[in-house]
Structure formats: C-alpha cells, structure tokens
C-alpha cells in the first residue's frame, strides 16, 4: 500500500477557475476539500489555487501602470487608476445588482398580488393558468437568489480581492522610494526645491513637497496598510450593495404606482425618500468629518506609539513609563471620543433606515383606504410585500453612502502619500571612471591585540 503522502501528492490541485458559475455560486468547487478534511488530513496540496487574476503580481503591475497614466494628468487620481483596474468584474456585478433589485422590488410583490387575485376567486382560473403562474414564481424566485448570490461574490469578493492585491503592491513599493531626509545629496536638494513650484502646480491636492522623516514613513506605513487599506476593503464590501439599493428604490417605486396608484404610492415613497435624504445629510454633515478626525487621531496614536517603541530602552531605564502610559492613555481617549462618535452616527443612520419600510407601508396603506379606495387582499398583501422588499434597498442605501464616504477619506490619505516627493536615483559610478571604489591621501591601520609582540605591518 503506497504511502498517505505520495497519494496526496498525486491528487489535482482544485481551481476553482476550473468550475462553472454555477460551481463557484455555489460553492461546489469547496465541497473536495470538506470531504478530504472530514475523512483525513488537509495538506497544502489539497488548498484551492489561488485565481490568476487576484494574484498580487498581475494586479500589482496593472495598476501601477494605470498610476503612471494617471501622474501624467493635471489632475491625477487613484481612485481613477483603482475603477479602471476593477472595471470589467465592476460593471458585471452592478448590472446583476440592478436584475436582482428588480426581480425582489418588481416582479416578487406583482407574482404575489397575482396569486392572491386568483385564489380569492379560484373557479375563475383554470389548471394552465395555475401551472404557469407557478412555474414563473419559482423561476423568479430562483433568479433572484442565483442573481443575489452572484452579485455579491463579484462585488464583495472578487473585486475587492482585486483592489487589496493592486493597492497593496503599490502602497509598498511607495514605502521604499519615499523620500526621507538625509536620501538625497545637496544637489537632489536643490533640484527639487527649484521644481517644487512646478509640482505644487501640477497637483493641488499634495501636500507641501518637504522631506519626510523617518518616523513620518514609519507612521504613514503603519497607518496606511493596518488602518486605510482595511478600512477601504471592508467599505467596498458595504458600498457594493448600492446599484441594488437604487435599482430596488426605483422599481420598487414604480410597482408601487401600478398596484395603489400614485397618491398612496406617492405618501409611501415620501415617507422612505424623507428618511434616506436625512440619514444622507447626516452622513455629509456629521459622519463624514467625524470619521476624519477619528483617523487622524489613529494617525497620531501610532506615530505616538512607534516613538515610544523605539526609544523603550531608554523609557525603562529612567523610569519614564507612567508618563508615557499617561500619555498614551490620553491620546487614546481622545481616538476612541472620535470613533464613538463616528459609531454613533453610522447607528443612527442604520436605525432609521431599518424604521423607514414600517413607516413607509403604514402611510401608503392608510392614505390608500382614506381616498376613497377598497382594501383588497391582493392590493394590500403585494404593498406589504413591495416595502418589506424595498427594505434590505433602504437599509442598503444608507450603510452605502457612509460606506462610500469612509471610502472616499481614506483613498484620500493614500492618494496624499502616493503624491509625495520620491528619492532621486544615484548612480554609485561617475560617468568617466572605471574604478568602483578608489582611495587617496588616506592612512590605513590595523590594531594589535592586546598581548602580541609580534608586530606585523603588512
């Protein structure tokens, strides 16, 4: 009997490239690695490959590439350079978004209506229309759940994946061409300060062209890739649900009209629109520089805290930790003040965007009656249906703007650090000479240890 090794070894990787959509939807590509899991051990051969096209060195060199496209421009911009490297995976989810939103806010509540029409009058309906009514209720249901799944996987998953491995390579290689102070020889100096008009200039978002310090890089670096990059990453996640949440509030508007007409549809809809222009003027007004302040005071912390990690020796040598730690523990305070703050709006946003279809169906379904108009079952179960459905778009549309303006500080801060001054590149060779190292005028000498007499000036 061959060995348990040499039988893994010989076992096909799993790609999951390698499946159909139906395969990757659900997860079927998965279920090899839970049977080997269940019935031995999992080794490195059993872990699915990663895509070829989330790999760090395909996305890595394509939106540097971009980048390079876009310093060329008055106006560069990363957040352009990011929507062109995402944009075929971009436009395929959003489109399934719109479909999805359709199919949950349109076609679900007017299936319903219609299948409650015809059973309060089931004598009337004959057997084919009863097969056909139920054969495209299950086709939109399922539509609407392949549709949501896809989407979703697309938008929270792949590209995200796509952006984390383009930015992630680009921030880095920025990180060890930064310039630092003491890089450059005086002459880099002095060209670049008589260029520093003609940048400023070309960028007016850069900051001012100074020299960065060591601790500044430290500070950027750890704040961009533990706090920005991961901060970005999870708003996509939540900012992918927003061509769902506008495809759904349209047509769910629409559907409303059709079923109640437009004076209930019209109270209803007022009602959701009231409360989503509120949570977006809060998310401008109050969220958005709360999550401001609330990273720059992440940024001080951690500039803070890499100071105190470099000089602990010293610290623990003349007793200086309660200072520091009273130190630390203020600019804590302060970060987390900020970050409650932020919480507490973003909640706030949340809440009324989970209130607004209760509120909304309330009012459509009393406007409605008091107009004169007869409650009908099928009416009434499809209105119920329609803002029950609309509720995951206007629970949706808020977490997406504030998703969308913590997106939009952070690219921000990358966007600043990737605008500043590199080192210039040195050659270590003058042009005319041959010779890698030469010296002159100089008195070389070699110690003797202590004890030898034996004297040797070679």
Partial sequence: ???????????????????????????????????????????????????????????????????????????PSIFRAVMKS??????????????????????????????????????????????????????????????GVYYRHLLTEDVAAQYCGGLFPLLLNKVLRIRVDGADNSNDKKDSDTNEKD??????????????????????EVSLFGNDLVKSYNSMVFAAGLMLSVSGIIGGSVAAIIIIGYQAALAGLGVAFAVLFFTH?????????????????????????????ESI???KFLGWESKFLGHMSYLRRVEAKHITRSRLFHMIMVIFGRASPVLSSMTAVLVYYYTGNKLEAGNVFAIISLFQ???????MAPQALAAIETFRVS?????RFLLEEEAQPRSLLASNSDDVVSFHD?????????????????
Avoid at 281 to 309: F, I, W
Avoid at 442 to 458: A, D, P
């Fill in 86 to 147: 995402i944009l075929p995976t971009w436009l395929l989810g959003s489109f399934l978004g719109i479909i999805n939103g359709l199919l949950n806010c349109v076609a679900r509540p007017l299936m319903l209506r219609e299948v409650v029409n015809r059973l309060e009058k089931p004598d009337d309906v004959s057997v084919s229309e009863w097969v056909t009514t139920c054969v495209v209720l299950v086709i939109v249901v399922l539509m609407e759940g392949f549709m």
């Fill in 199 to 220: 940048t400023d200039k070309k960028d007016n978002n850069s900051k001012e062209n100074n020299d960065y310090s060591t601790e500044q890089v430290d500070r950027d």
């Fill in 313 to 315: 020796k010293a610290i």
């Fill in 389 to 395: 459905s609309m509720r995951l778009s206007l629970i």
């Fill in 281 to 309: 003027g809060l998310s401008q007004g109050c969220y958005h520089p709360a999550e401001v302040l609330a990273a720059q005071s992440t940024d001080m912390r951690l500039s803070k805290m890499m100071q105190l990690l």
């Fill in 411 to 415: 690219m921000h801060r990358m966007q």
């Fill in 1 to 75: 009997m061959a060995p348990i090794e040499d039988a893994v070894v010989t076992r096909p990787s799993i790609v999951p490239d390698k499946f159909s959509v139906f395969g990757r939807v659900t997860l079927w590509w998965n279920w090899r690695v839970v049977r080997r899991g269940y019935w031995g051990q999992i080794t490195d051969e059993d872990v699915p490959a990663l895509r070829k096209h989330l790999e760090c060195s395909h996305r890595g060199e394509r939106l540097k590439q971009l980048w390079a496209a876009e310093l060329k421009e008055k106006n």
């Fill in 442 to 458: 100089v008195t070389v000498w070699r110690g003797i240890k202590e004890g030898n007499n034996n004297n040797n000036n070679n």
